[in-house]
């Protein structure tokens, strides 16, 4: 991998002389402009999508020299699709700069440099189609496995337990869930709540199974990507909301708060949702609207939140307001609290306080990613008391930072979804080349289809170590503008291969009793929510890129 890993130096070059050029274009009195940023969108998009690209094939090629290090000689799995990856994404890369390098303030010859000789021989060479055709029938020979996972003793552990578990209890039960709009049955939500899968965020001494001295990003990713195996919106999402709130809880929260609440979340009981977006703010956290307007005794919540999934079994909303009037203090003006309600099963709900407020809420029909429903919830006149004011008195004002802290492993956990749908529609995409057969043979042995089952191998193996790259990474503080990255890059592999996967399928994937379709649907909520890819990539990480060269 030495030679890709010289060609990617190159690259990096010409992205960092593009980043700079982007600088120095707008600077203004306080440092970079974001009015003048914004006239760069088109190449700021470009770049994040290079630096991503890069930095996945250098993870490709660590994990490659790992297992090559594991196997008794010889270029293994592992390698040639770490080679045929790191060329793809060069050849991304030099496509995207090509089309128009004035847009990244390059000149033809810088271009150039990713097109030498040597650099476009390397490229041609892995991914020639007979190249891929090989490898696209070792894919087949190994049934639906793609490259050693490389995992501890206790993350494997964890692996086994969940994998049995999605493709015993959830797999039987998550066709009836999605094509009946239901929500998810007692059947998947006891025996996850009793394995305590909602306490993985939380603390041993709030009564959840993470270690007191540090976080256990790896043992999240693990079994996320094994329920999300199962069904994303039955299983892969649920521990998704409990996680925000610990995490929220554990960066601003008094103790009396944390000693109340972790516990019980841990349990399941109650279950909780988040309610931070509004209609018309997406992903503009600061423009919140949603009003708190202090009273004797606590607060009162009038306005409408959006996209608050499981907000109808949930018993507990985490919810971001405006807690001061004035609009021009922008996120500083924000707070959190916690607010209590009943737990409703339907599609409709409505609670009524003693104090005389309603919550509302009302399930937005989906096309996809269904099990937990996804609501718009009404305050009007809600109350709620001081105590769940998250951070006390001194967390007013606080409540956009606690939000930040909540949604840190938002993007990793998304990435972990998105291999888990990734492998579901893999293994069903390698089994099905199998059965069907056309013009006298099993599909599979065509060499269309081994290319597209090597690419989609290749792809999801990338993703996986990518994702798992950068959990280790933040196991140890580190890895926040790789966790932008590794959710901006898997969770559009995770569309592109559930597409392949439906297509291999041919009109059986377009039918709705084929899991694949299903799979195609719920792959295209992941790069909407968590960070939509355009504000992820132009707010996040090309900015984060800009601001550091």
Known sequence: MQDG????????SVIRKSLIWIKQQCIGGKGVSNEKLDEHQMASFDLAWCA????????????????????????????RMARVFCAEALQNIHNRLRARPQSFGLSDADVADLASSTLSRFCQTQLDAGNL????????????????????????MMQ???????????????????????????????????MGCFGLSIPERYGGLQSDDHEDNMGMIVVTEELSRGSLGAAGSLITRPEILSRALLKGGTEEQRQKWLPQVALGDPLCAIAVTEPDTGSDVAAMRLKASKCDGGWILDGVKTWCTMAGKAGLLLVLARSNPDRSLGHRGLSMFLVEKDSYEGHDFEYRQVQGGVLTGRAISTIGYRGMHSYEVFFDNVFVPDENLVGGPAGEGKGFYFTMAGFAGGRIQTAARAIGVMQAAFERAVSYSQERKAFGKPIGDFQLTLVKLARMATLLTVSRQFTYAVGSLMDQGLGQM???????FTCRTAEWLTREAMQIHGGMGYAEESPVSRYFLDARVLSIFEGAEETLALKVIARSLIDAV
Do not use: W
């Open 482 to 488: 790789e966790a932008s990255m590794v959710k901006l």
């Open 5 to 12: 890993l010289q060609y990617l130096e190159s690259a990096d």
């Open 160 to 194: 086994d337990t969940f994998r049995k578990l999605a493709t015993n209890v959830v797999m039987p039960l998550a066709e009836e869930i999605h094509r009946e709009d239901r929500i998810i049955p007692p059947e998947i939500l006891d025996p996850l709540t009793e």
């Open 133 to 156: 055709e090989a490898l696209g029938r070792e894919v087949i020979a190994l049934n639906g496995v793609s490259g050693a996972y490389l995992l501890d003793e206790h993350a494997m």
């Open 52 to 79: 991503a690209e890069s930095t996945a094939a250098r993870f490709a090629a660590e994990y490659a020299r790992k297992a090559a290090a594991a196997t008794s000689g010889g270029v293994c799995l592992e390698e």
